[in-house]
């Protein structure tokens, strides 16, 4: 049977090819992954995998830089065989994607053996994912970012909430299943708006008592359940600031895997210059300043060791390009200076 379902399969996306482009092909097959168990299954033996330990993705430094091994069925068997464990393990494994080629990879937490033994068999080392996102290549990051929040939610969704029955997973780990009361439970994100607050010549950034010191960031929260982007974005400037902001527009959106997979949805709002006084909540914020574009400036350049003074304090800067704050701080630069010209 499953024989004959791989072969239709195969003439299927043999069609498919001829009428697709890459990335639609690309897509389908890893649908297709999702929905079908016993194809999944025969994927992990021809994929590739990224590996973590309780959490943490494993690294491999080359000089100063650092990579993300893709690791193949084989070398993982061979790892297994080392702590007499089978090959079993690999179902452990959640699909995160696949290259053109089709060749899927996967994420796998090796988390229950003993770290030391897999770092020196693999020449390198698990690295907490923190640090990690920010030392990988920029392609990279996004990709351990996702896999990192997938193996999470595997973690904390054992039990079905309703029943407190032990629940499965699917293959792929795209989804699990209680069978006593028929519920799926499918990963989930958090949304949260993160907005730069203008007023048409200087920006709003603040800090969290919990950021590294001196560092600066775009207003954010969580969304409330039923509201909307904007009708979040008012709530949180007016809650964190006091100030009601007159217009927004959205810019983008990234995937954040701290404390636990949010989805950032980025947006600029714009605040009168007239009413532009802060209002600080001090249960959210430690401190709130608008920034002038010269001081924007000065601070992008800034690395956290080159913001510390002699005396110890620290001389503002933002965060890293991996995070979608700085986009938009970027951004709000790039429309003042076109202002200005
Ligand atoms: N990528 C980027 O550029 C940036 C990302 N961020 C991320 O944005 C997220 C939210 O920012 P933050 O300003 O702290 O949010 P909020 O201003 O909403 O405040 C956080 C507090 O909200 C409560 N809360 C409400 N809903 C949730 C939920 N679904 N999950 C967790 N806590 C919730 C918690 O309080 P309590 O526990 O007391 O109930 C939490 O301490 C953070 O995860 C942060 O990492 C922030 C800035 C930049
Ligand atoms: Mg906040």
Not at 117 to 124: A, C, D, N, T, Y
Request: with cysteine.
């Amino acid at each position: 049977m499953a024989a004959i379902y791989q072969a239709v399969y195969r003439r299927a996306s043999s069609l498919i090819c001829r009428l697709h482009s890459t990335y639609v092909r690309k897509m389908r097959y890893l649908n297709v992954l999702k929905e079908d168990d016993s194809l999944c299954r025969q994927a992990q033996t021809s994929g590739t995998f990224y590996l973590f330990h309780n959490l943490s993705p494993f690294l491999q430094k080359v000089g100063e830089k650092y990579f993300v091994p893709q690791l193949s069925a084989a070398e993982i068997k061979r790892i297994l065989e080392k702590f007499k464990e089978t090959e079993q393990w690999i179902e452990k494994s959640v699909l995160i994607g696949c290259s053109d080629e089709h060749i899927p990879h996967f994420a796998l937490d090796l988390g229950a053996l003993e770290k030391s033994v897999i770092e020196s068999q693999l020449k390198g080392s698990f690295t907490n994912l923190q640090k990690a996102l920010f030392v990988v290549d920029g392609k990279d990051s996004p990709l351990l970012a996702s896999a990192q929040s997938l193996l999470q939610w595997h973690n904390s969704h054992q039990y079905c909430s309703k029943t407190g029955q032990p629940t499965q997973r699917n293959t792929a780990g795209s989804k699990r299943v209680c069978h006593a009361s028929g519920i799926t439970y499918y990963p989930q994100m958090s949304p949260v708006i993160i907005t730069l607050v203008s007023d048409g010549s200087r920006c709003l950034l603040a800090r969290q008592p919990s950021f590294p010191q001196g560092m600066y960031s775009a207003l954010s929260g969580f969304c409330d359940m039923g509201e909307n982007v904007e009708e979040a974005v008012h709530r949180e400037v007016a809650e964190e600031v006091g100030l009601e902001v007159e217009s927004l527009w959205y810019s983008a959106s990234q995937h954040w895997p701290f404390p636990s997979s949010c989805l950032m949805i980025a947006c600029h709002a714009l605040v009168r210059a007239q009413q532009a006084e802060i209002s600080m909540n001090k249960l959210e914020l430690e401190e709130a300043h608008w920034f002038g574009l010269e001081e924007i400036m000065e601070g992008l350049k800034r690395q956290p060791r080159s913001a510390k003074q002699n005396d110890g304090s620290f001389l503002p800067w933002f965060p890293p390009k991996q995070a979608i704050a700085h986009q938009l701080i970027c951004e709000w630069v790039k429309q003042q200076t076109s202002q200005l010209a």
